[in-house]
């Protein structure tokens, strides 16, 4: 998938991923896609809730060898 920014969380527990990928968001612009990887499982979780909270689209997430990947869509 195409994406604008990415972000590397990887090692960060919550609520960490959760608030570098807020900031990096408030940092683009509306329908730019960021990239974020991160290592903590609670993320699967945390950022579908997000996602939900904030208006953002979260268009995937996939797990691979321990890592997760999500791809946001700003709002």
Same mark, same amino acid.
């Not at 590397?8 to 968001?25: E, Q």
């Not at 940092?27 to 609670?42: H, N």
């Given at each position: 998938?195409?994406? %604008?920014?990415?972000? %590397?969380?990887? @090692?960060?527990?919550?609520?960490?991923?959760?608030?570098?990928? #807020?900031?990096?968001?408030?940092?683009?612009?509306? @329908?730019?896609?960021?990239?974020?990887?991160?290592? %903590?499982?609670?993320?699967?979780? %945390?950022?579908?809730?997000?996602? #939900?909270?904030?208006?953002?689209?979260?268009?995937?997430?996939?797990?691979? @060898? @321990?890592?997760?990947?999500?791809?946001? #869509?700003?709002?």
């Amino acid at each position: 998938m195409n994406f %604008d920014k990415e972000l %590397d969380a990887r @090692g960060l527990n919550c609520p960490l991923p959760i608030l570098r990928c #807020k900031k990096s968001l408030n940092e683009m612009t509306s @329908g730019l896609i960021l990239k974020v990887i991160s290592t %903590d499982p609670g993320s699967v979780k %945390d950022f579908a809730a997000f996602a #939900k909270q904030t208006g953002n689209e979260l268009l995937s997430s996939s797990e691979a @060898g @321990g890592e997760y990947t999500f791809f946001l #869509k700003k709002k």
